[in-house]
């Protein structure tokens, strides 16, 4: 519990590391009827897949300097020398990221999209489909963010973005079937699915990757 609790005053005190990606997410949906006079009154037509790529890019923002400041101070270093369950410190981090941030946009997004459909229903669903997505996409940034260690966030996220396509493209028509009452519960449970392995894999890998810049 300890871990867990520095964890969030580290991430705390980084006021643009945890506030600037929700503030970012907001700005794009408070955009999005603003820009669009020719949908004002069809505006989730194109609602759903401008939610899901603002939570992408909020998560991608929000993984920018994850590891950077231990890497820079040698902290990352402290903690594999004196520490055998480096894996379970970055999913401790991931973990933490998601709740200050992952956690807000998911009920933001469940705000937005009601306030959008005015359907209690459908955004019930989405508030769920924007937890799983955001931690999905939270950690397949993170491994982006590993990396790219020490050579900019670009190169990390030029690599995970293609990995993070096919999770778009399964909340689309995740919103698809739910409108129409058809097998949108199975592409829930794909999801769940994809992030229960996504989960027990990447902090093992993002170890590994982390370990070898260091060597």
Wanted: aromatic share 14%; with cysteine; charged share 15%.
């Amino acid at each position: 519990m300890t871990t867990y609790y520095l964890e969030y005053l580290k991430l705390k005190k980084k006021l643009r590391s945890w506030l600037g990606p929700i503030i970012v997410f907001i700005l794009i949906m408070v955009a999005y009827p603003l820009t669009v006079e020719f949908l004002e009154k069809d505006l989730e037509k194109g609602f759903y897949s401008l939610l899901w790529i603002s939570i992408l890019l909020s998560m991608m923002f929000s993984t920018e300097d994850i590891f950077l400041e231990d890497f820079n101070d040698g902290t990352l270093e402290q903690i594999i020398i004196s520490s055998s369950s480096f894996p379970f410190m970055i999913a401790k981090k991931i973990f933490i990221y998601w709740i200050m941030i992952g956690l807000p946009i998911s009920a933001l997004s469940f705000l937005f999209s009601l306030g959008i459909t005015k359907d209690l229903n459908l955004s019930l669903f989405v508030i769920f489909l924007a937890m799983i997505s955001s931690y999905i996409f939270l950690n397949l940034f993170v491994f982006g963010s590993a990396l790219s260690l020490n050579k900019g966030s670009v190169l990390g996220a030029l690599i995970t973005m293609p990995i993070a396509l096919p999770v778009l493209i399964v909340l689309g028509k995740s919103i698809i079937a739910l409108q129409f009452g058809i097998n949108y519960l199975e592409l829930l449970l794909l999801l769940l699915g994809c992030l229960s392995i996504i989960i027990s894999t990447v902090p093992f890998i993002v170890s590994y990757v982390i370990k070898a810049h260091l060597e």
